[in-house]
């Protein structure tokens, strides 16, 4: 499994989190956001090509 994290920057430039993942996919009406976020976050993740480098930054503002 991946490990999605509260945000997701995807390639073409959309911004997702728990409160606006659907520009990953289709969301189920029984999940709550973080729910559906973790699921298609883990999806996103695992779609990409082999060579896709991912990085992950802490920030605290």
């Known amino acids: 499994m991946a490990v999605p994290?509260?945000?997701l920057p995807t390639l073409d430039?959309?911004?997702?989190?728990?409160w606006?993942?659907?520009?990953?996919?289709?969301l189920c009406p029984e999940e709550a956001g973080?729910?559906?976020n973790w699921?298609?976050?883990?999806?996103?993740?695992?779609?990409?090509t082999k060579d896709a480098l991912?990085?992950?930054l802490l920030c605290h503002c």
Do not use: F, K
Request: glycine share 10%; proline share 6%.
């Open 13 to 18: 430039g959309r911004w997702t989190d728990p």
């Open 5 to 7: 994290t509260l945000a």
């Open 54 to 56: 991912i990085v992950q």
């Open 20 to 26: 606006n993942a659907s520009p990953l996919g289709d």
């Open 39 to 48: 699921r298609l976050s883990d999806a996103y993740l695992r779609g990409l």
């Open 34 to 36: 973080a729910e559906a």
